[in-house]
């Protein structure tokens, strides 16, 4: 299985700062198509997961610009370039390379 | 409006059978997979498996494979997760979500989970 390790485990941050959070995998995530499969979702207190981005760095619809995600092969980031108070909640990395899919252990994100 | 309409909570004891559902509506839904993820308790997400309702290719999880099963119904557009025997372990929050696309690069849609509690 790939196995994906998100850090940090929790992220204190500041209105309108920025935030970036890591996740690696212990395999190469690049197909031969050239896209990286790595999706990123956010899951909000209370709510089901909702996709912020996915093949490494596009974004879902409807999701705002200040998120961006970035990387290839074994090392992406997420990037919230003015964290909002809506953003507060537990960020995953997953890949869809190959079966079985599997997540990051999430990254908790909270204001200060 | 694309919508996964999961089935309500449910409380079981242990050794009991059930299937919980998740019915789609706004899209084909033979053109894209369907995939489960379990949330334990403060805990975080895990992939489950996924089925393929257009021609039911299922593909699990090895953590979960035999544990579990999973089908769907094209002729009322609904995928099902099921226990023949529940086991306390099993009390979670499990979320279907649909792929993006006809492959699996990502979840865009979300039901709004089924808890599952398993006690005596």
């Known amino acids: 299985d790939i196995v994906m390790t998100q850090s940090p485990l929790s992220l204190p941050v500041t209105p309108g700062e920025p935030a970036s959070i890591s996740c690696r995998s212990n395999q190469s995530l690049l197909y031969a198509n050239g896209y990286n499969y790595l999706a990123w979702y956010l899951q909000k207190p209370g709510q089901s997961p909702q996709l912020l981005i996915f093949?490494?760095?596009n974004r879902a619809s409807g999701v705002p610009d200040r998120f961006s995600g970035s990387g290839s092969g074994t090392d992406f980031t997420l990037k919230i370039s003015r964290v909002e108070a809506e953003d507060v909640g537990v960020y995953y990395c997953?890949?869809?390379?190959?079966?079985?899919?599997?997540f990051g252990g999430g990254t908790k994100v909270e204001i200060k | 409006e694309v919508q996964l309409v999961q089935s309500g909570a449910e409380l079981k004891k242990p050794g009991e059978s059930l299937k919980i559902s998740c019915k789609v509506s706004g899209y084909g839904f033979s053109s894209y997979w369907i995939g489960w993820v379990r949330q334990m308790p403060g805990k975080g997400l895990e992939w489950m498996g996924i089925i393929y309702p257009g021609d039911s290719d299922t593909r699990y999880s090895p953590s979960f494979q035999g544990q579990v099963t999973i089908s769907a119904d094209k002729s009322i557009k609904t995928a099902y997760l099921q226990w023949s025997s529940l086991k306390a372990s099993d009390t979670a929050m499990y979320y279907c979500?649909?792929?993006?696309?006809?492959?699996?690069?990502?979840?865009?849609?979300w039901g709004q989970g089924t808890r599952v509690t398993v006690s005596s």
């Open positions: 979500a649909r792929t993006r696309s006809s492959g699996y690069d990502a979840f865009d849609i």
């Open positions: 997953m890949q869809t390379l190959q079966i079985p899919l599997t």
């Open positions: 093949l490494g760095s």
